[in-house]
């Protein structure tokens, strides 16, 4: 049965099962029920067979600890460099979560994102006075000010996708590099 038939008899978009066949997703319990019906099998026989999407979550009983590690990270809103020290610090007291995937991934975004954030502010002044030939400060709000805002507000939205990531085992910060 072709890729399109398939799709068509179970209901599904042409690209869903094309990410199921390619073990990009793994589907739901449902889906699995509606693909087994279509191609006539057994749903254990189907549900053996689908390969589950590939996590960075190297070990389930890390989870816990990976969550509360990564919400430590909103320290940042109140103490610069909490977003670092604090995860780090919670790490340590977890022992072996030092040596997972995810939790490099995570402590790497934070390191780049207080780099990234530092030389906003830093250049925000500079960049003001390039553009609009002043550098604006006794306006309210300050230009600095916005830019740190702005900046916080994306940490606490990368914060909060990536506590959904980890709520469903899925890898967080995958396009983030492994800095140490």
Same mark, same amino acid.
């Given at each position: 049965?072709? $890729?399109?038939? =398939?799709?068509?008899?179970?209901? !599904?978009? =042409?690209?869903?099962?094309? #990410?199921?066949?390619? &073990?990009?997703?793994?589907?739901?319990?449902?889906? @699995?029920?509606?693909?087994? $019906?279509?191609?006539?099998?057994?749903?254990?026989?189907?549900? +053996?067979?689908?390969?589950? @999407?590939?996590?960075?979550?190297?070990?389930?009983?890390?989870?816990?600890?990976? #969550?509360?590690?990564?919400?430590?990270?909103?320290?940042? %809103?109140?103490?610069? *460099?909490?977003?670092?020290? @604090?995860?780090?610090? %919670?790490?340590? #007291?977890?022992?072996? !979560?030092?040596? +997972?995937?995810?939790?490099?991934? *995570?402590?790497?975004?934070?390191?780049?994102?207080? %780099?990234?954030?530092?030389?906003?502010?830093?250049?925000?002044?500079? =960049? =003001?006075? *390039?553009?609009? $030939?002043?550098?604006?400060?006794?306006?309210?709000?300050?230009?600095?000010?916005?830019?740190? &805002?702005?900046?916080?507000?994306?940490?606490?939205?990368?914060?909060?996708?990536?506590?959904? $990531?980890? #709520?469903?085992?899925?890898?967080?910060? &995958?396009?983030?590099?492994?800095?140490?």
């Amino acid at each position: 049965m072709s $890729q399109e038939t =398939l799709a068509e008899a179970c209901g !599904l978009s =042409l690209r869903a099962v094309q #990410r199921i066949e390619a &073990g990009e997703t793994s589907p739901r319990p449902h889906t @699995v029920k509606v693909i087994a $019906q279509a191609l006539g099998v057994p749903v254990g026989e189907l549900a +053996e067979k689908l390969t589950p @999407v590939p996590t960075i979550i190297g070990d389930d009983r890390f989870l816990p600890a990976l #969550r509360v590690v990564n919400f430590s990270a909103m320290c940042g %809103l109140v103490i610069p *460099l909490a977003n670092i020290f @604090v995860p780090v610090l %919670l790490a340590k #007291r977890y022992g072996s !979560l030092n040596d +997972e995937v995810s939790y490099k991934k *995570l402590i790497s975004f934070q390191v780049i994102w207080s %780099l990234v954030t530092f030389l906003g502010v830093v250049f925000t002044p500079f =960049l =003001l006075k *390039l553009f609009t $030939q002043t550098v604006a400060f006794g306006k309210m709000p300050p230009p600095v000010l916005l830019a740190y &805002g702005g900046m916080i507000l994306l940490n606490v939205f990368f914060t909060v996708k990536s506590a959904f $990531q980890l #709520r469903s085992s899925t890898a967080i910060y &995958g396009w983030v590099p492994l800095i140490f």
